[in-house]
């Protein structure tokens, strides 16, 4: 079994020395629990584990349906876990180093068509309430920046730079950069910035640029972003499984590069650390020019 100060230094551990962001670091959180419900059903202490122990763990989560993606990151998790551990000579072996993660699955990103966000943000017009506002500035951002969800909800005020050109985001691992501000995205931020006073609680969360006077962080959650994009999805017409605001970002990625931008500049747009990341984009697009030839060029219509 696993004590709970031993959790609690580890992550302690990755957000002082290795700078993580609180969504993975929670991540790491639930791995470790999750290890720790299972074998604390079978009585199994944690200096004992060995090799077939944690072979069994890993088709017990085959078992579940876990994708082979999240089982690799699962034990890259708990490798890091139990690497801490033996250097705290809290044990004597990690077992977990022994285990072969499954190949990881390159899965493309299913994209919204450009018809499908302009039905999103029509729609997302039609609520002049303050809410809808502040849900429509949500959207354009999210679209022509590209941010990630946990950047976008804890933007500050201060986030908006240089004459409002331009965002100032903290990223993963504490990383900034500025992401460009379009003439219609400033219009209806702008737009947003007259109402946003509506959304503050007695000067507790003036900080953030999206502030909410229900959430305990003093800003709108992720959930709650989620729950207000799904319900326009179904009012815009637009399948809900399409829309999240992580779909919302692959569109932003591919519809660039469908337009011309190079790769290492969207590369720099999105945060990624390595290219490899961005690349994935340039394989959807691979997929639609194929497709498009097919069905298209003028030699595929001739029988050979």
Do not use: C
Not at 63 to 82: C, T, W
Not at 222 to 227: P, V
């Amino acid at each position: 079994m696993i004590e709970n100060f031993q959790v609690e230094s580890f992550l302690e551990v990755l957000a002082s020395e290795k700078g993580l962001s609180k969504n993975t670091i929670n991540s790491y959180k639930q791995d470790i629990l999750q290890l720790n419900n299972f074998f604390k059903k079978k009585n199994k202490n944690i200096k004992n584990l060995n090799v077939e122990d944690f072979k069994r763990y890993i088709f017990s989560l085959d078992d579940k349906g876990y994708e082979k993606n999240s089982i690799s990151r699962k034990i890259s998790s708990l490798n890091h876990f139990f690497n801490f551990l033996l250097e705290e000579e809290y044990i004597t072996q990690n077992p977990i180093k022994q285990i072969q993660s499954p190949k990881k699955e390159k899965s493309l990103p299913t994209i919204l068509t450009n018809k499908e966000v302009d039905m999103l943000l029509d729609e997302a017009k039609k609520d002049d309430t303050d809410e809808g506002i502040r849900l429509n500035a949500m959207i354009q951002i999210l679209y022509s920046t590209g941010v990630r969800i946990s950047e976008l909800v804890q933007m500050k005020l201060s986030s908006i730079y240089e004459r409002k050109n331009f965002f100032l985001i903290h990223g993963k691992g504490n990383k900034e950069r500025l992401v460009p501000v379009d003439s219609k995205t400033l219009e209806m931020l702008n737009k947003f910035l007259m109402v946003r006073k509506k959304f503050i609680n007695k000067s507790i969360n003036e900080q953030w640029l999206f502030p909410s006077k229900f959430s305990k962080t003093g800003h709108i959650t992720r959930q709650r972003l989620n729950q207000l994009l799904h319900q326009l999805s179904i009012n815009a017409g637009v399948k809900s499984k399409l829309v999240s605001p992580h779909k919302l970002r692959h569109a932003f990625a591919t519809h660039l590069l469908a337009n011309g931008i190079d790769l290492r500049s969207l590369q720099v747009m999105l945060g990624h650390a390595d290219i490899s990341t961005t690349q994935i984009y340039t394989h959807v697009l691979n997929d639609r020019f194929k497709k498009l030839i097919e069905n298209n060029h003028p030699l595929s219509k001739i029988d050979i």
